[in-house]
């Protein structure tokens, strides 16, 4: 069994925004695979299913951003999970540019305070992550307030492939071809 977290801030005013492309994946995962993602349980709202063969439980941790660790934590402990094979965190990055993936089996936070909060809970920094560019900080903007921004139409379309290629990345991820993912979306948008 897997668990696919994606993360973000619960809260109407936050939908959409860059820091919620977590929740915005998971989201995509669910509609792709018909899995119901409304359990609230671990503090996260969490759904079961199935994608290609693979059980698999999506969670939105409903913790805000910064807590996400204590939610993830609860979850791998329950369900028995192993965080360094069978746990898959999906975030937004600041540093690639919008619909943008970075595919990895471990790293430091980079900044990230969800993934801080998720290192510091497993007491690991071995756990696949799909990060999601979400473009740029300009430089006269507060980091909190551009991260909690709305994106720009153009680049609500390129959220929208980065999404889709997300939910790709994760099915590939469980099938045990991370290397593939890596392969396919660890690259530059302009160099396709």
Request: aromatic share 8%.
């Amino acid at each position: 069994m897997y668990i696919i977290a994606g993360l973000g801030n619960p809260d109407r005013q936050y939908e959409g925004t860059r820091h919620n492309a977590g929740f915005d994946v998971i989201d995509r995962i669910a509609d792709k695979y018909n899995i119901a993602v409304d359990t609230k349980k671990h503090r996260a709202l969490i759904g079961k299913g199935v994608i290609d063969g693979q059980k698999v439980i999506l969670a939105k941790p409903q913790t805000y951003m910064n807590l996400s660790g204590e939610s993830i934590r609860s979850m791998t402990d329950y369900y028995k999970i192993d965080p360094e094979h069978e746990l898959v965190v999906i975030y937004d990055d600041i540093n690639l540019e919008p619909g943008q993936l970075r595919i990895r089996e471990k790293g430091s936070a980079g900044g990230h305070n969800g993934i801080k909060s998720i290192i510091a809970c497993l007491g690991t920094q071995v756990f696949q992550r799909i990060r999601v560019g979400v473009g740029e900080k300009p430089s006269r903007y507060d980091l909190a307030d551009y991260v909690l921004g709305h994106f720009s139409k153009a680049e609500k379309e390129q959220m929208a492939e980065g999404y889709d290629h997300a939910a790709d990345a994760a099915a590939m991820i469980l099938a045990g071809r991370t290397g593939d993912a890596m392969s396919k979306y660890n690259r530059k948008k302009r160099e396709e």
